[in-house]
């Protein structure tokens, strides 16, 4: 074996020290993630977790929203005027238990631009001092007016006489009003006011006075 240029007397050989073999060994090996790699992994990880934590909370706020307003739209015949608000208003009694008569209050209610008109529930007890010779049952088959002069409507005749005091009803004057036909509206209104627990849909009573009266 001829030795390489150079080498001769006196020359000491290094051996290839544990440093150098590490070097020379991780330069053959293929490269590794990197610490700032794998922490800027674990962050974008966290950063995804928390976005969906805060698409999660606004999802669960939007649903309690939606409920809030759902409560907001049911109608609540606390929120009408009555007739301490109103003194010198005609009075509107109907069943605060019923959905569907509440709806329909309210509607006049938004359509009063004037103030005329207040609203009693017939379950309130100011009704014994509004109505003091009319019986719970009376009061139950059918709606009532009565007005600021003391006069009482009921039934269809309670709405002849908001059809002639309020414009958005007055296209339904002429036709209430044609001589001799007042009994057949009665008789159609006690229809309607018979079955009125069966309209619209399920749960749409506030208390069981519906299932009474359903039966």
Request: with cysteine; glycine share 6%.
């Amino acid at each position: 074996m001829i030795p390489p240029a150079g080498f001769g007397r006196g020359q000491r050989v290094e051996p290839l020290g544990v440093s150098k073999v590490s070097t020379h060994v991780a330069g053959a090996m293929p490269h590794t993630a990197s610490t700032a790699q794998i922490s800027g992994a674990s962050d974008s990880l966290v950063n995804a977790q928390s976005l969906n934590s805060v698409r999660l909370s606004l999802l669960s706020d939007k649903r309690i929203t939606e409920c809030a307003l759902i409560m907001d739209t049911q109608p609540n015949s606390s929120l009408l005027p009555g007739p301490q608000e109103r003194p010198d208003a005609d009075v509107v009694v109907f069943d605060g238990h019923c959905r569907f008569c509440t709806e329909g209050v309210h509607r006049l209610a938004r359509w009063d631009r004037r103030h005329r008109l207040a609203f009693l529930s017939l379950h309130d007890p100011q009704i014994a001092q509004l109505c003091p010779d009319l019986t719970h049952a009376q009061l139950m088959e059918q709606m009532y007016l009565v007005t600021a002069h003391g006069q009482r409507y009921g039934g269809a005749a309670a709405v002849r006489y908001l059809s002639r005091h309020m414009p958005r009803l007055w296209p339904l004057a002429p036709v209430l009003h044609i001589p001799g036909t007042l009994a057949l509206w009665q008789w159609f209104y006690r229809q309607v006011a018979r079955r009125r627990y069966r309209h619209g849909h399920a749960g749409s009573c506030e208390t069981d006075s519906c299932k009474v009266h359903l039966k």
